[in-house]
């Protein structure tokens, strides 16, 4: 096939549900799919289902089956992207445009076998690149594939982002752009601050942080897949012109475009659950949430006390909202093993954290987090830092004066170096 | 895997798209499939689309392109099968019954490549089989297969018919049987004579007759794979308990079980043109039919009056009423090249047929079916015969009146041997 010389790039885009919800939508992807494929890119376009369409599938099948066959599921839902596919192929046809379109077992993206939940193991790309080789668009129903036996799988809700970044790293394309109804990664929710601010290049890392808090832009396995191997993530808004959010590696960004805080995030999603008086042995931590692991929940932030003068201490953690009741169950009866005083739980709480890369090199980010709520008479109930974050949990009515106080003491309204 | 010793037999059933219209009527499908299994058959289960979906799809495709993309439409419309197959899977796995489902490309159905309207070339049965051995039930979407490259094609509408009696012949099943809105394969139309039978038994030959010209219970090309074949077809109604009619190769009919006429068949679809005082020469019937056929219009009877004494004749065919203004600017032209006297239309024309193996054998027939017109003053227009058909074209307002005329003048209401 030889060297490619075209200046040119090679593009994956992705298209939600929203963005491909009407025939009318259809027809203005089609649209910006042809300017850029007469701009003599060579394209890739993976399309999610029309939006209600998959939820439309799921009640059919809830309306035979409590727990639906997980197979049968993904032979089900499935049919919601071919059915966009066809109708955008058609749509470029009509435009004069050559493009074929695959479902996943067509391309052939090879997943395990875990309907519903499957990962994606390996991308054929020899068809795609005959076909890009003629000029010709490549149009992929995105979140499903095929497992070894044929059998067609599901990568799970929101998976059509983790097909454009996989699509994306299998051609080495130049860029993966995943198409939604917003206009990038913001500093925070503009909801909250008015002055929220796009950010035109944010590194993997903290948009995982960012996506894992609450910023629901993109899937998470789709921004660690890019990460992982490399592949340049840009969010754009389909209705509207823009650049967009170019999510990079850090050694992409060079040192002065490195702001110390890049955004802040937050959520409501937590409850806090305190164990009080627990006699401080070793392996207390352990005893205390191994049976609520063993149950299935989740915990995130997890704070001990030292001891108190009476050798025993209190130790907080916090987990899901909707699991709050049953790690409370799980609680009570560690509670009474070990002998503890008792067990509270609080559910008006909130996280917040800022993120950035910047946070490695400079000391005092954290300091002035504090400072600043301190400032507004905020009080912290607990705190937990990793390399490029530091999050707080505060009484969740100062959620929004927190997160415009820490918006403003980092300065993110104004642009940095990019 | 041994031989099977088993009395037990091999079903391939066949549901269309008002049976499983609903999620209520897959589940009544479901129970019917269940009964079958729980006695010991091995059951392959074919699927049409929900009713309504595959135009809805078409309609979706129609507001993008008049003329849909071929390859596109097929990945569309496909869907609609794609979705009963895994609900009354899930129906059937609910009443703790094993089963799977297969797309047309899963099972493996290969087609050539004529989209919309493919032809099936070979089925893999070997996945099936394993599946039937441990007591499986196999449910396949009909109207569907894949070409050589992979590509999803469909085998036009009311293919799913063919589906089943193609993966019936594939499995060598003992019986396909297509479930319909009607209890089986009547004498005529029971909204036209009150007494029309239903018919126990009926050949390929007369089945295809009855349904080429009217009686829309089945595919004709379901019926003509089936006849070739050899496979023992039998409609039945999904809402009614019943025998329904099993159609048959001739030589499986005891002599005494044929009747002389089967039934009696009818369309008001057609349209007569006449072409007056053509000069009488030798090719004149090619250089009238050869343009009509260049413009892709099917001729149906056709006839020729002997030379009048000015040594012109009249040339009379018919054709489907859709295509008269089209083959009588078709005709004009060729009138004019020709010196003939006039054209002349007549779309308030019926076919009325009487249908029978039998007719092979006994003289008379026609006769008896002039005969019996003539006592009801019905002028007979035109006449074409068959071995095993005789059809005459008459004035349209006495269709309902000739087919009871003839119901009768054959005994159809009284039931014959079997």
Known sequence: MGV??????????????????????????????????????????????????????????HKIQEHPDPREMDVLVSTGEQVTIALLTMALKKRGYDACSYTGGQVRILTDNAHNKARIQSIDVERMRKDLDTGRVVVVAGFQGVDDQGNITTLGRGGSDTTGVALAAALKAD????????????????????????????????????????????????????????????????????????ITLDEELEEMEKPVVSGIAFN????????????????????ILAPVGEANIEVDVIVQNISAVDGTTDFTFTVHRNDLSKAKGVLDRVSNELGAREVVTDDRIAKVSIVGVGMRSHAGVATTMFKALGEDNINIQMITTSEIKTSVIIDERYLELAVRTLHSAFNLSEATGV
Chains 1, 2 share one sequence.
């Open 175 to 246: 860029e993966c752009q995943i198409y939604t109804d917003v206009d990038g990664v913001y500093t925070t929710d503009p909801r909250v601050v008015d002055s929220a601010r796009r950010l035109d290049r944010i590194t993997f890392e903290e948009m995982l942080e960012m996506a894992s808090l609450g910023s629901k832009v993109l899937q998470i396995r789709a921004v660690e897949f890019a990460g992982k191997y490399g592949v340049p993530l840009r969010v754009l808004s389909t209705f509207e012109e823009g650049p967009g959010t170019l």
């Open 268 to 287: 409501r999603d937590e409850a806090k659950l305190t164990i009080r008086g627990v006699p401080d042995q070793p392996g207390v931590a352990c005893k």
């Open 4 to 61: 490619n010389l075209s200046p040119m790039g090679l593009f994956v885009q992705k298209y939600g549900g929203t963005s491909v919800g009407s025939i009318e939508r259809i027809e203005a992807v089609a649209d910006k799919v042809a300017t850029f494929r007469s701009e003599g890119h060579d394209m890739v376009v993976v399309l999610s289902a029309m939006s209600g369409e998959t939820n439309r599938l799921i009640e059919l099948a």
